[in-house]
């Protein structure tokens, strides 16, 4: 079965940019059909979207977070990738991958999460 | 605050049947469908219901989700301490043109 796993830095210093992978294993990201996504959970809150891709580059991005969110894909790596420019304390959290499926923009849902890992900005 | 309002706890004895409820609006819950997550302590979300009231394969049918109007309701029957969970709502919202959750619900299994 598919399965998500992230990696990337835990800490980044304030106005540095957050860089975050997810290889995705036991499927192609290059079969189409399903859209790649970034979420994130704030210390003891709720999730935030935070944008998706698809496998030809098309991207979406949170509207909230768009200036400062960039989504890419490699698909030779099986692997695509998060970056958030300035970050500040604001954005420490758990940055969970996931695959969505089911059409596109609002009929989509997700159906598969990376297990997440938890980045915190300080200095 | 989040767009999709839910009770930020419930409590209910084990064997017996819990319900959660989601509050939107018709920009998101009752133009969209709705998802349900549930969180163990420590761990990833993990899909529950999608496209209101459809459970995905792997998924216990004591979940079952339903929605009317601008609202949605995840109900848990059979309660079991395994239940014991964070509980998330997810749509799509048109005027935000976003995917918005739920604020949450913790489950405790008395």
């Known amino acids: 079965q598919v399965q998500l796993q992230e990696s990337g830095p835990g800490l980044v210093k304030p106005s540095q940019t957050l860089s975050l992978t997810c290889t995705v294993s036991?499927?192609?990201?290059?079969?189409?059909?399903?859209?790649w996504s970034w979420i994130r959970q704030h210390p003891g809150k709720g999730l935030e979207w935070i944008g998706y891709?698809?496998?030809?580059?098309?991207?979406y991005y949170n509207p909230s977070l768009k200036s400062r969110v960039t989504i890419s894909v490699d698909t030779s790596k099986n692997q695509f990738s998060l970056k958030l420019s300035s970050v500040t304390a604001a954005d420490t959290a758990v940055y969970y991958c996931?695959?969505?499926?089911?059409?596109?923009?609002?009929?989509?849902?997700?159906?598969?999460w990376g297990q997440g890992t938890m980045v915190t900005v300080s200095s | 605050q989040s767009v999709l309002t839910q009770p930020p706890s419930v409590s209910e004895a084990p064997r017996q049947r819990v319900t959660i409820s989601c509050s939107g609006s018709s920009s998101n819950i009752g133009n969209n469908a709705v998802n349900w997550y549930q969180q163990l302590p420590g761990k990833a979300p993990k899909l529950l219901i999608y496209y209101d009231d459809l459970l995905p394969s792997g998924v216990s049918d004591r979940f079952s989700g339903s929605k009317s109007g601008t609202s949605a309701s995840l109900a848990i029957s059979g309660l079991q301490s395994e239940d014991e969970a964070d509980y998330y709502c997810a749509a799509w919202d048109d005027s935000l043109n976003v995917r918005v959750f739920g604020g949450g619900t913790k489950l405790t299994v008395l």
């Open positions: 996931a695959r969505e499926r089911g059409g596109t923009g609002a009929t989509l849902f997700v159906d598969i």
């Open positions: 891709i698809y496998y030809s580059g098309s991207t």
């Open positions: 036991g499927g192609s990201i290059s079969s189409g059909g399903y859209y």
